[in-house]
């Protein structure tokens, strides 16, 4: 059981950054492998705000609009311009991952390249029946579930939220009715930016952070996505359940290093049975049209 | 003014010899996309040298069948039997899915391909990065050089064998009258010149039957006789059987040359011999597509015959006020992948000639054109999907070839696409409300329910008439509106159409397939 | 003296893991950011042959390259599948995976090279013996250059058959119209096969050279820096042809020398070197696609 709620909060936070790639994904097809350099900067920045006397109050809401800010540069300098000359996904990967490369290393020039602790106090456990769970892991769980439910909320409910479903499913479309396609699309990349904020500062604060573990976790979070269904907004939330849980039973089983590989083979998997994953249809995905 | 011309009957130089070596045959062909049956028990065969005209009404499948051929589709039903290679191969539908397992009993392209079943592509598509001689010399079948081994063990026999290939297909670019040009890319020949090639590039590599997908889409008369040259001399001297799918404003061009006719209508086939040129009659297209509806409301003002086989019509609104200009195209000069789509003929000093076109406010503006010539790419272009290379747009005075379509739209430009895409994902409720601005007339309401993506193609269509028929904007754009739609349906369609002239400040242009079989010299 | 042998052992190194990289990037058309794993498995299997097994060089690189092979079906089976940017989130999958492996298979207290401690995890395989081949030994630095510069020799022409080849123009082809080659009868999936079994093939001798050079291997060889530094040089050098890679190669080779003579402190050396490849792709990204002398534009 205890496995269970561990894998389910880590899950959930698997959830939180794969729905911020998903969100970019989407309507704009973009691998946003940038993303990870946003969710490396925030812990850094949290922890020079902290440690300069700011407070959390101060420091969480201006590391959520560094990582927006970020986010929407990486749009409007780069993929934006892209776009405009009609270049291949290929030339937006690279420059994406250029991007990231480029700032984790910014990350590393300033702040230094070990790892770094968001808290120093030992952490309170608290026992809900027979499980055992620490605030950190607490906060996580509850945070990154309050914020899928009010996305999805606003995603199914509101008017920009219909919008929003309108752009994902046909770009061309939303377009040619008048909508202001390039606002959109900031807006895409703005969100995915606050909840890659959000899960790495929810991470970090739980397992500290250190200048090269992003790319990892957003890998994590794109495999999620995959599992769950990459056509679908609620694949994020399916695969990253899926994937938290099951990482966690291999933690047990086997031992903490092998996870990883658990992870790809899980996903080697489904490429091959479901390749559009849980939420998809069962067809078969070519690599002809 | 009459707009078809019926054909008279004609004999044709060949006819059917059923004693013919069978080269293919399918029984019990169906196909579904999404619940949408498309095709419902194809029964058809094939035997050497003939040669078939597949014809049929817009979405009645054929290209889906052309696929399913080809081996690019696999069937929901049936059974293919192939006979090209002398012993018979079987395939039966639906698959089991331990066959598929099996990875040499597959049913590909790749695999029909070398057993004779080659086709040509509506688009050409040849090898850009390759030339020309490359193109058809890629095509050779068993080349020892596409072994890795023989490449460092058998050198000698790659060598040898590319030199033939080199002499060979240099020849065949001669015979196709492309002589000198065998280092030209794709990209720089004629249209005409870049099929021809590509159909010799089937033929290359071991074609017994050729299924060919429009081969006179976009085409100019002189390509036209090219390519139909090259047909007939591969009919006569190859012994290739053909199957030619064309557009009915094409046909005329094909029909001497096939003995037999394959009508696809409703998911079914009919197989006739080409002894009598059914025509469709003025009163059958005419009623199709209901345009005489036309000349009772309104008055042709001007008329304007267009290279390649299009023309423009506009009409008034008898009684209908004179007024604004509200597009004015200048020059228009649209280019894809360095050939021109919108662009004809050279002025003295080397400038392409572009299309002008204008239209006021009251005018609704019919472009016939047959498929290939580029409706799509112009409509494109003028909504902003697509860059122009040389010419200027303007709507109401404002110049906006540099605006985004977003911003083309809020000036008062609706383009309707012909592809029915929407936004399958969103419920047909959702799905109106963001295309109008406020809640509209309903439809039917138990569909508001139901996703988008899980209507019909004629309900999709009619519910994009419906939004276009609620919303306001000066430049009303309609590519093939009137696509899936049956007989009540187009009714109600053209009347919410006509009805959009009724207020002041409107103008359409509407693209539609060609319907007129008279075909004016450019 | 030996500073510009062991400039020339690292230039060769690359240009052949740029050539073998510009085989799928550049001819076939699809990016691998997989491919600093191939190298490493190279090493490493290079690396144990020698150790555990005590085979001399020529076995211990045929069997490097055997595994290398086997293992790029992890690369040319999705690629049957999947194209475009998913295909690339897949590479980055396997080199994950790959890294991840040989960051993990270790065991304290068992002896390297067994089948619990297959790598030695993150202390990697030192006292990789010295090169014997035939049963000579290449001692000096003027003898191993001189081996890495034929083994790059003998790779360089490899690739330069296979490119203006018939089997070079359907990966072209490939890259151009993948269905239509279908529909012309060519086994796309057997030349994806054989694509990537070349690439990875090639890689993995790229590794031997630097293992037999360095004498030790860790598992920082295969990872996605690593990768980046090749797709890097790829980028900024060009691709589809021959010189572009090799241009690339040289070019960023050398960048880290060029830096040295700036007043960079050393403990930040390596991310001023990292930043720079970033910049220099997205410089190529937007202003250059097709490289400094490449004839594929990546656009």
Redesign the interface.
């Known amino acids: 059981m205890q496995i269970i709620l561990i894998g389910t909060i880590s899950g959930l936070t698997l959830a939180v950054i794969g729905l911020g790639f998903s969100l970019v994904y989407l309507p704009t ?3 946003h492998i940038a993303m990870a350099g946003v969710y490396t900067l925030v812990p850094y920045l949290a922890l020079d705000l902290v440690n300069r006397g700011a407070s959390w109050w101060i420091a969480v809401p201006v590391c959520l609009l560094a990582a927006v800010l970020v986010s929407v540069l990486c749009e409007l300098g ?1 993929h934006r ?2 776009e405009r ?1 009609h ?9 994406s ?6 700032t ?3 990350v ?2 300033v702040w230094g ?1 070990e790892t770094q602790v968001l808290r120093t106090d030992i952490d309170k456990i608290f026992h809900l029946g027979s499980v055992m769970i620490t605030r950190a892991q607490l906060v996580a769980g509850v945070f990154s579930l309050l914020l899928l439910i009010t996305f999805y909320c606003w995603l199914r409910f509101s008017n920009l939220g ?2 929003f ?2 752009l ?3 770009p ?11 606002a959109y699309r900031l807006l895409a990349f703005g969100t995915s930016g606050f909840l890659a904020c959000a899960a790495s500062l929810l991470i970090a604060y739980d397992v500290g952070f250190d200048p090269y573990g992003g ?2 976790i957003v ?1 994590l979070g ?2 999620a996505v ?1 599992i769950g269904g990459r056509l ?1 907004f609620l694949g994020p939330v399916l695969g990253g359940l899926l994937l938290g849980i099951l990482r966690s039973q291999a933690v047990w089983y086997f031992s903490a ?2 996870q ?2 658990i992870c ?1 083979l899980l ?1 080697a998997l489904f ?1 091959y049975v479901r ?1 559009n994953g849980i939420c998809g249809t069962a067809t ?6 | 003014m009459p707009i078809i011309e019926t054909m008279e009957k004609q004999p044709l130089h060949t006819d059917v010899r059923p004693e013919c070596r069978l080269l293919m045959r399918a029984t019990g062909i169906a196909k579904a996309f999404g619940g949408q049956p498309v095709l419902t028990g194809v029964d058809l065969e094939l035997h050497e040298g003939q040669v078939v005209l597949l014809q049929g009404p817009n979405g009645s499948g054929k290209t889906t069948l052309l696929n399913i051929l080809t081996g690019h589709l696999v069937p929901d039903a049936g059974r293919i039997d192939l006979f090209t290679n002398g012993c018979r191969e079987v395939f039966h539908f639906p698959r089991h899915w331990w066959q598929d397992l099996n990875p040499l009993d597959r049913f590909l392209p790749e695999r029909l391909a070398s057993k004779g079943v080659g086709r040509s592509w509506q688009d050409t598509r040849l090898f850009n990065s390759l030339k020309l001689l490359d193109n058809i010399a890629v095509a050779k079948q068993q080349h020892p050089g596409e072994k890795p081994f023989n490449l460092f063990f058998h050198p000698g026999r790659v060598l040898a064998m590319e030199r033939q290939l080199q002499a060979v297909c240099g020849e065949r670019l001669v015979q196709l009258g492309l002589g000198g040009r065998d280092s030209s890319s794709g990209d720089k020949v004629s249209l005409g010149q870049a099929k021809r090639v590509a159909i010799a590039r089937a033929v290359e590599a071991g074609a017994r039957i050729l299924f060919l997908d429009e081969p006179l889409a976009g085409l100019d008369a002189p390509g036209i006789a090219d390519v139909v040259a090259l047909l007939r001399d591969l009919v006569d001297q190859h012994r290739v059987t053909l199957v030619i799918i064309e557009h009915v404003g094409s046909i005329v061009h094909v029909q001497q040359l096939a003995d037999t006719v394959w009508d696809l209508d409703g998911g079914k086939l009919t197989t006739r011999p080409n002894h009598c040129i059914e025509t469709m009659t003025k009163h059958s297209l005419a009623s199709q597509w209901r345009i005489d509806r036309l000349f009772h409301e309104f008055k042709l003002v001007r008329s304007e015959v267009l290279p390649r086989g299009a023309r423009l019509d506009v009409y008034r609104k008898n009684g209908a006020a004179n007024s604004e200009l509200i597009l004015e195209v200048e020059n228009l000069v649209i280019r894809r992948n360095r050939r021109p789509v919108i662009g004809w003929g050279r002025t003295g000093d080397g400038a392409m000639l572009g299309l002008n076109l204008t239209l006021r406010s009251g005018d609704l503006a019919v472009l016939q054109a047959p498929n290939g010539w580029g409706k799509t790419t112009l409509m494109d272009c003028l909504a902003g999907l697509l860059p122009a290379n040389t010419g200027k747009i303007k709507m109401r005075g404002q110049a906006v070839t540099s605006l985004l379509p977003w911003e083309r739209s809020l000036i008062g430009l609706y383009y309707l696409r012909s592809d029915t895409r929407g936004f399958p994902s969103l419920s047909v409720r959702n799905a109106r409300r963001v295309n109008g601005r406020r809640e509209s007339i309903r439809m039917r309401c138990s569909e508001d329910r139901h996703k988008y993506g899980e209507l019909s193609g004629g309900q999709k269509r009619s519910f994009q008439i419906n939004c276009l028929g609620n919303s306001r904007a000066a430049l009303y754009i309609l590519d093939e509106p009137f696509v899936g739609l049956d007989g009540m349906e187009m009714s109600s369609a053209l009347n919410k159409i006509i009805k959009l002239t009724e207020f002041n400040g409107q103008c359409l242009l509407v693209a539609i397939p060609h319907i007129s079989i008279e075909h004016e010299p450019c | 003296m030996n500073y510009a042998f062991h400039l020339l052992i690292y230039v060769s190194v690359y240009i052949v893991l740029a050539l073998s990289l510009d085989l799928v990037v550049g001819y076939l058309g699809r990016l691998s950011l997989a491919h600093a794993g191939f190298v490493a498995i190279g090493a490493y299997v290079y690396a144990l042959a020698t150790l555990t097994l005590q085979w001399t060089f020529v076995p211990a690189l045929l069997l490097a390259v055997a595994v290398a092979i086997v293992c790029s079906l992890a690369l040319s089976l999705p690629s049957w599948r999947f194209r475009g940017d998913f295909f690339i989130f897949i590479t980055l999958a396997v080199g994950a995976l790959i890294h991840g492996i040989v960051q993990n298979w270790s065991a304290p207290g068992y002896e390297v090279g067994s089948l619990a401690n297959l790598t030695n995890g993150p202390f990697g395989i030192a006292g990789i013996p010295q090169t014997d081949i035939f049963g000579i030994k290449l001692d000096t630095i003027e003898s191993k250059c001189a081996l890495s510069l034929v083994l790059a020799g003998v790779c360089a022409s490899i690739m330069y058959r296979l490119t203006h080849s018939p089997w070079g123009r359907l990966l072209k082809c490939l890259r151009d119209d993948e269905l239509v080659l279908r529909g012309i009868g060519k086994n796309v999936r057997l030349i994806k096969l054989q694509a990537f079994s070349f690439s990875c093939g090639l890689a993995a001798v790229g590794g031997v050279i630097y293992a037999s050079y360095v004498s030790y291997i860790d598992p920082s060889a295969a990872s996605l820096d690593e990768s980046i530094l090749l797709l890097c040089m790829i980028c900024v050098g060009g691709s589809g042809n021959f010189r572009g890679p090799m241009v690339g190669a040289i070019v960023l080779v050398l960048l880290p020398e060029v830096l040295r003579f700036t007043p960079i402190p050393q403990s930040v050396a390596a991310n001023v070197r990292l930043l720079v490849y970033g910049l220099l792709l997205l410089v190529v990204v937007h202003f250059r696609p097709q490289g400094i002398a490449g004839e594929y534009r990546i656009e």
């Open positions: 097809r973009t691998f780069n311009r892209l000359k270049a291949s996904p290929g030339a937006h990967i690279i420059s991952l250029g991007i990231y490369i480029v984790v290393q910014i590393a020039l390249n219909l919008r479903r309108a994902a499913d046909n061309t479309e939303f377009s040619l009715r008048g909508y202001n396609v390039d790319l990892h890998l794109v495999v995959i679908s290093r092998w990883d590989v790809f996903l490429l390749p078969r995905l070519e690599a002809e049209e």
